[in-house]
């Protein structure tokens, strides 16, 4: 790492020039290419997929994306009158002309004659595209809409609704980055007091997460990336980043107070924190590559492209950003510290101040503190138990988008199951099998859940068969999806006995159950694979059993209480229109193996930074009291500042518009905030200081066969006199100071201040 360093600074003009080729070349390669993102929820063998794909053989068109245009005329006027009726057609017909649309059903046909509401004030036309919606080019749909909305008049309200029309509505994302860059450049400049510090952290990731996000574009021409996965990666990429770089930059602005040269500074601090930074990325990667072993190529994608964004991120904190602090030199401190270090001399930063009044007294009150962090993180988890999994869909849009409106229109004029039909479709072979069919019809009428049955629809050689089913509740309700389990479990193999039929139950509500099931169904083993790699990475760096346990119990909790605040928000609706996010619905079924992934390895950096300083303390000392004391009086301050960015970061995506990013966002601010303030600045302190020596033991055995690995080389105090050395060394340099680190120069005035370090210890 020190040699890495030293040749970026060395070469600082090369390697900037290189971090900008990258990041331009990835920009145009990512422009010309354009996008292929897809949200592929299907999941091969399931009924759902194979539904699909007997439409897609014996029905053309019908395996495509199904959207919807929804009129509704004003009192005193019906949606079959001549003039609406006249505007409508025409617009419909113009529809039914593009190229990717497949086909129209208008409520002015026999065909669609159900289309039309009881009281005669709404109507929809459903628009079948050749494709499905993820391969559906976002021009296509936005003709549909201008199309569409162009026959709007007085007393006549259009709205569309559908994937493909969704495609259309805009997201805030660039506001959301702007707003989360701006905020943390504010954190950022309150904690070193100088501009130029400031921008480093900041520039250095948006350079990595905008040479990722062209990545992740690229990607999705090689495979399936869901269209959330780049503005995740921006989210999680900012985040760690700036934090990334926060580090080392207060690494090198200590070594610069020290009386460090600038090139040395930057030098150490890679050699040291870059070293913690290292290891703290892979564990994000790790924890986010541990989604391979799901099997599902949809969450494949967004693995990938966000572990490409956290590598990106960490080779830019020790490349880029080590000859970027060379660049601007002293000025990495403020004119105020670079006026005292040139009037006093160098002087070690005391861990004074809060920080050290807040590490006593965690050691003097370990169990009150610990219980109350335990019932805090308890309270907030509550929620979880409660957990629905399902999709939302776009009856939780803001109440002012058109596929909102025109959900809201379907709901009131037939039913919310018209929103999200099923789909039974099915193989036919011999005649026993067809009158079977034929009389399906009336069974599912008379079953529970089911509002309306559509006539049977034939291929054109009879062979295969398929009718729509609309629930009398809503796609996202809990009742539909025990109406799906209700046809497959009872319904459908009753139907289906003494023939030949397989008939299987496709749709929306049916795919995204399908998808839900097999991601609890692995959740498990997820889990346990990411929390044991992780066990095993810190049993390596600490040599203790106690510290991995802590950490996964940690990491545990923090998600628990993370999932029981987007709970209360999302599923039950806490504040969630308020926010702009719509209404109550379901957790996406991916979002706990994402949130896992990630929070786990967020986690993981805190507990990394806190534990590695305490671990110094306990291998110079052997005193565990001494250790956790001045381990969080020396990082609570920087992990608080670190955290109080990526909240920031994170939060900021609430304003993107998009309801999975908002949960992502909510739900990493949430836990971030709960990691970094209850956990690891006073739940695990408190527990290290009850537990003592125990928290640092490991079998002898198991001592003798594990390698040893180093995640920062010690940096002790008693080190001044090697500072001293190197500073000589260079050519120009004096030996700014003969006295002992602490103490003031001669004639000075500057007594030696107490710190933490002061305060005996009480026992090992």
């Known amino acids: 790492m020190a040699a890495l360093a030293r040749w970026c600074v060395r070469h600082r003009l090369l390697a900037v020039l290189l971090w900008l080729v990258a990041l331009g070349g990835a920009a145009t390669a990512a422009a010309v290419a354009g996008s292929a993102y897809s949200n592929n929820y299907e999941v091969p063998g399931t009924e759902s997929g194979r ?201 090198h602005r200590k070594g610069l107070k020290q009386g460090l040269p600038v090139a040395v500074a930057a030098e150490r601090a890679v050699a040291t924190t870059g070293r913690a930074v290292v290891f703290a990325g892979a564990t994000v990667c790790i924890a986010l590559l541990g989604m391979l072993i799901l099997r599902l190529s949809f969450l494949n994608g967004v693995a990938i492209a966000a572990s490409l964004t956290v590598l990106l991120t960490v080779a830019a904190s020790v490349t880029l950003l080590p000859a970027l602090l060379a660049w601007i030199g002293p000025r990495a401190l403020s004119r105020r510290e670079r006026r005292r270090l040139a009037e006093h001399g160098p002087a070690p930063e005391l861990p004074t101040g809060f920080a050290a009044r807040w590490s006593a007294f965690v050691e003097r009150h370990p169990k009150l503190l610990g219980v109350v962090a335990v019932a805090v993180m308890a309270v907030l988890a509550l929620p979880t138990l409660s957990l629905h999994l399902g999709t939302s869909d776009q009856g939780n849009n803001p109440a002012t988008a058109t596929t909102r409106q025109a959900y809201d229109l379907l709901a009131d004029g037939f039913g919310p199951g018209v929103n999200g039909p099923l789909t039974l479709v099915t193989d036919v072979q011999t005649a026993g099998d067809r009158l079977a069919v034929d009389n399906l019809g009336s069974t599912l009428e008379a079953t529970k859940g089911v509002a309306s049955v559509s006539p049977v629809t034939y291929d054109a050689d009879g062979t295969a068969a ?95 209480s993370a999932f029981g605040i987007v709970v209360a928000i999302f599923q039950w609706g806490w504040g969630s229109e308020l926010l702009g996010l719509g209404s109550a619905g379901p957790i996406e079924p991916f979002l706990p193996v994402i949130m896992v992934s990630v929070l786990f390895g967020l986690s993981m950096d805190y507990q990394v930074f806190l534990v590695s300083r305490m671990y110094e303390e306990w291998l110079e000392t052997g005193d565990n009291r001494r250790a956790v004391r001045v381990g969080l009086a020396e990082t609570s301050r920087v992990i608080n500042s670190a955290a109080v960015i990526m909240i920031s970061v994170f939060l900021a995506f609430v304003l993107s518009g998009d309801r999975v990013i908002a949960m992502f966002g909510i739900g990493l601010a949430a836990a971030v905030a709960l990691d970094a303030f209850v956990l690891r600045t006073l739940l695990v302190p408190a527990l290290m200081h009850m537990l003592g020596g125990a928290n640092w033991w490991l079998p002898r055995s198991l001592d003798r066969w594990l390698p040893r690995i180093s995640i920062e080389p010690p940096e002790c105090r008693s080190s001044t006199a090697d500072v001293r050395a190197k500073i000589s060394a260079i050519p120009g340099q004096r030996d700014s100071h003969d006295e002992s680190v602490g103490e003031s120069a001669p004639g000075q005035g500057r007594p030696k201040e107490q710190d933490v370090r002061d305060i005996a210890g009480r026992g090992r």
């Open 51 to 251: 539904a699909t794909q007997i439409l897609n053989q014996g029905f053309d068109g019908l395996g495509g994306d199904s959207d919807t245009v929804v009129w509704k005329t004003g009192a005193g006027t019906s949606v079959r009158a001549a003039a609406v009726e006249q505007s409508m057609t025409g617009a419909l017909d113009k529809i039914s002309e593009m190229p990717a649309v497949a086909s129209v059903v208008s409520p002015y046909t026999g065909q669609g004659a159900a289309q039309i509401s009881s009281d005669g004030h709404i109507a929809y036309a459903t628009v079948t595209f050749h494709e499905q919606a993820d391969a559906i080019d976002k021009a296509d749909a936005q003709a549909l809409v201008d199309t569409a909305k162009a026959s709007e008049a007085d007393g006549l309200q259009v709205e569309l609704g559908g994937t493909a029309v969704g495609l259309t509505e805009s997201k805030g994302a660039q506001t959301a980055e702007i707003v989360g860059v701006a905020v943390a450049a504010v954190v950022l400049f309150l904690a070193f007091g100088s501009l130029a510090a400031s921008i480093l952290p900041i520039a250095t990731a948006l350079v990595s997460v905008g040479t990722a996000y062209a990545g992740i574009v690229l990607l999705g021409h090689f495979m399936t990336v869901a269209d959330f996965a780049p503005m995740l990666g921006t989210l999680i990429g900012l985040g760690v980043g700036i934090d990334y770089a926060l580090f080392i930059v207060t690494r």
């Open 466 to 560: 398929f009718l729509t089913v609309v629930p009398e509740s809503s796609p996202q309700s809990e009742r539909t999806s025990d109406l799906v389990d209700r046809l497959r479990d009872d319904v459908l193999p009753r139907a289906e006995t003494g023939t030949s039929l397989d008939v299987h139950v496709g749709g929306v509500t049916a795919s995204y159950d399908d998808f839900a099931e097999i991601i609890v169904g692995k959740l498990p083993l997820f889990v346990g694979v990411v929390i044991g790699l992780g066990c095993i990475l810190l049993l390596l760096a600490f040599r203790s059993i106690g510290i991995p346990l802590k950490a996964a119990a940690m990491n545990v909790a923090a998600v628990a």
